[in-house]
């Protein structure tokens, strides 16, 4: 067997799935693109496996590992992205930077984040200087 022939259509495969990572807006075909790349992946593992005659099979053996890996993903994926198309109606991907949680203003945050009230340390050190 050439290891050509594979090694092209894995190519092409991991290709497609780039295109779909960065051209697509929704989420499910985001990660029906990212499934893409991984059996790319995939391929070329069981086709190098092949081709050098391992007698191990490693490759198989690590392809079978990034399939559980896959499926894990895809179930937490479509997990999250149902989730967001109930509470947002959509499953657009521009609009999932709007998840973020807006400043609750003052005396809410972390001691750090702007708004936040200064420790009295601060203000006893701030009235000795004035």
């Known amino acids: 067997m050439h290891l ?3 090694a092209v259509l894995a190519a092409l495969l991991f290709c497609v799935g780039v295109y779909g990572v960065l051209a697509r807006r929704n989420a499910i075909l985001v990660l029906m693109s990212v499934e893409l790349m991984l059996n790319a992946v995939n391929l070329n593992l069981v086709a190098f496996d092949v081709w050098l005659r391992d007698t191990l099979h490693a490759g198989q053996a690590l392809t079978l590992f990034t399939i559980t890996v896959a ?3 895809i179930g937490l994926g479509l997990s999250i ?9 959509s499953s657009d991907i521009d609009r999932l930077t709007a998840l973020a949680d807006p400043d609750p203003g003052p005396g809410t945050g972390h001691p750090g984040a702007p708004g936040a009230p200064r420790p009295a340390a601060d203000d006893k050190k701030a009235e000795a200087t004035a």
């Open 4 to 6: 050509a022939y594979p």
């Open 81 to 89: 992205v149902l989730l967001v198309y109930r509470n947002r109606g």
């Open 71 to 73: 499926a894990a993903e």
